[in-house]
């Protein structure tokens, strides 16, 4: 819900604080706060509708299970995976090749840490992909898998985090090794 607000707040102030200005010098104060708030309200609105529903539609495309938190930018998930360590990290490194225009920036194997990023693309301006690799033993391994756009002013994403995480997710569950 906070995300949907937000969206109806800087567009509608944006535009209000614009128009309002240009009417009152035109017009005099009292129209150009008239117009301005007025012209908000509405411009928040119709940007609420656009983009506030194009982000809800992309999400529910993407997430098997939809929460108030699936529709949100940031997005971090967990995993215990039945393999020793090495072979986690490895495989960590490997599910980064799923999802498209990723880079890896830093990986460090003693830290247990990879860090990622992807290219701009339609739906953000890049995002930052971390990857908490742990020794729960021998042959178990916890993967803490974040994604979230890298540009910290992001409202919405369409679902491109939510996608992001769950690719890889699906990429750890579903190798085996033999």
């Known amino acids: 819900m906070a995300g949907k607000l937000k969206i109806f707040c800087v567009a509608g102030i944006v535009v209000g604080l614009t128009t309002g200005l240009f009417c009152s010098f035109r017009y005099g104060m009292q129209a150009g706060v ?27 495309k993407i997430a098997p299970e939809l929460s108030e938190e699936s ?22 490194i490997e599910s980064l090749g799923r999802i498209k225009n990723c880079k890896i920036r830093m990986q460090d194997r003693t830290a247990g840490q990879i860090i990622a990023k992807t290219s701009i693309n339609w739906k953000t301006w ?5 990857l908490e690799i742990k020794r729960i033993d021998d ?16 409202i919405v994403d ?10 890889i997710l699906s990429f750890l569950k579903n190798t085996v090794t033999y």
């Open 126 to 130: 890049g995002d930052t992909i971390s």
């Open 34 to 60: 008239i117009c301005g708030l007025v012209s908000g309200l509405v411009s928040g609105l119709v940007m609420f509708l656009i983009i506030g529903l194009l982000h809800i539609h992309a999400v529910k």
């Open 158 to 167: 369409y679902g491109k985090n939510l996608e992001n995480v769950e690719k």
């Open 71 to 92: 529709y949100g930018i940031h997005h971090v998930r967990d995993i215990k995976l039945q393999y020793p360590y090495d072979r986690a990290f490895n495989l960590c």
């Open 139 to 154: 042959t178990q391994t916890h993967v803490k898998t974040s994604s979230r756009p890298s540009m910290s002013t992001t």
